[in-house]
């Protein structure tokens, strides 16, 4: 089964920088679609970026030129780098990871994360 695991929320002023990851376990597994998501308070969760392991992006319009979205496959991270932010985007921010492989074996469904708060004051 897959574990995701994020880090690097926090508290930051409008205009400010943050950057998100999240550590996929256990690492012989080969997840193509991977992705970022959020819900804020009273909101129904979305789409922030996703990533295919050939590096296809994809983004929500809210985020475009601010957000970019990274992986690196061998050590099976995931970073979202975050500038420019908003208050609109204080959010509980989730890492996503789509059907997988392992040992021969394909897996389907989604895996999430704990989620990591991110909080921008303005």
């Known amino acids: 089964q897959v574990q995701l695991v994020e880090s690097g929320g926090g508290l930051v002023q409008a205009g400010g920088s943050l950057r998100l990851s999240c550590v996929a376990s256990p690492t012989d597994i080969r997840c193509d679609v991977m992705g970022w998501y959020r819900q804020a308070p009273g909101k129904r969760r979305e789409l922030v970026a996703t990533?295919?392991?050939?590096?296809?992006?994809n983004y929500a319009d809210s985020v475009k030129g601010r957000f970019t979205i990274s992986r690196d496959n061998f050590k099976k991270t995931m970073f979202l780098q975050m500038n420019s932010l908003k208050p609109e985007d204080t959010a509980v921010y989730y890492c996503?990871?789509?059907?997988?492989?392992?040992?021969?074996?394909?897996?389907?469904?989604?895996?999430w994360g704990q989620g990591t708060q991110v909080t921008v004051s303005s």
């Open positions: 996503y990871a789509g059907p997988y492989s392992r040992g021969g074996y394909s897996y389907t469904g989604d895996t």
């Open positions: 990533i295919t392991g050939g590096e296809s992006t």
